[in-house]
């Protein structure tokens, strides 16, 4: 007997960072969209832990305990007194260290499938706090939707969608390391005072509104800078999107995938064709938000 589980990708449309924290992390108010691009993770009993991976990216995901597929099961095995004795398969097609929580969705659809292969009964917060261990983005992963992110990013407030977004992705070739970009946001402050991160009112009512417009003009990402400058390239792949008719267009989390909103169907074909045909992004994609959270199928 086997458990598929699907999870979205995510884009922030707000990223607003604060200082850096005592324990290495930075205050947030994290306004995460999930988006319709998934992984597929699959569990199935087998003599050992052992993970699996296909899919575009997949020679780049890590086989070992380290990936947060395994450490999920491993977590969720311990606090119920289980063996974590599962194969655990991902078909990848979110972007692989692009910025979009592709780890994070194969650690929160692993928790979701484990659960339900083992029948733990385990309550929705036990499951929640393990995606908080796992990761800062892992929690989101799991709810889907929109949601406000505080502490780490980790602390979500669901937030209401008044309407469909859509999007475009550019895939970078390549990814970026989230502790390496926080590191260059750290240098690009350093002696500046970073003030406390606030959720931007006008975006939370963009959302809620479903104006594309509004939103457009709302979206920011504190840690754009830092990526654009370990990637300036990115600049070229952002300049071809808004030049093709995009509303407005920022790296996505900590890329380096870059996001554009569009303001129809159409117009999200139309950007994809245009990035595509720019040679300024590996790949581009179309996905509709918001998307609904790890899905069991
Ligand atoms: O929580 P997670 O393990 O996904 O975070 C990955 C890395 O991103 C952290 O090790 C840290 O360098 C950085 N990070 C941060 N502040 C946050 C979230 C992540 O500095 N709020």
């Avoid at 598929?4 to 200082?19: D, S, W």
């Avoid at 009112?201 to 990402?221: H, I």
Wanted: proline share 7%; charged share 20%; hydrophobic share 45%.
């Amino acid at each position: 007997m086997s458990v598929t589980v699907r999870v979205p990708a995510k884009v922030n449309v707000q990223l607003a960072v604060g200082g850096v924290r005592d324990d290495g992390y930075h205050d947030l108010a994290n306004v995460f969209l999930a988006v319709g691009l998934y992984d597929e993770i699959t569990v199935t009993p087998a003599d050992s832990l052992t993970v699996s991976c296909s899919g575009p990216g997949a020679d780049q995901v890590p086989l070992d305990r380290t990936n947060l597929a395994a450490r999920a099961a491993e977590l969720l095995a311990a606090r119920y007194g289980i063996d974590p004795a599962v194969h655990i398969h991902i078909d990848k097609d979110i972007p692989v260290a692009g910025g979009m929580a592709g780890g994070s969705a194969d650690g929160a659809g692993a928790l979701l499938a484990c659960d339900a292969l083992w029948s733990t009964g385990a309550p929705r917060e036990d499951l929640l706090d393990i995606c908080a261990d796992l990761g800062s983005d892992v929690p989101f992963s799991l709810v889907g939707g929109a949601a406000l992110g505080t502490g780490r990013g980790e602390r979500l407030t669901v937030l209401p969608v008044g309407g469909t977004f859509h999007w475009v992705f550019a895939v970078a070739e390549g990814g970026l390391s989230t502790p390496a970009v926080y590191r260059e946001f750290d240098r690009l402050h350093d002696g500046v005072d970073v003030p406390p991160p606030v959720a931007s009112p006008l975006l939370l009512d963009a959302l809620r509104t479903g104006d594309p417009g509004a939103l457009a003009a709302a979206l920011v990402n504190d840690l754009q800078p830092a990526a654009l400058s370990l990637r300036p390239a990115l600049a070229d792949t952002l300049r071809t999107g808004t030049d093709a008719g995009a509303l407005a267009a920022l790296v996505s989390g900590s890329g380096p995938t870059t996001a554009f909103l569009a303001k129809d169907a159409d117009a999200a074909g139309q950007i994809a064709e245009t990035l595509l045909a720019s040679g300024t992004c590996r790949t581009a994609r179309v996905a509709e938000a918001p998307a609904p959270g790890a899905t069991i199928l």
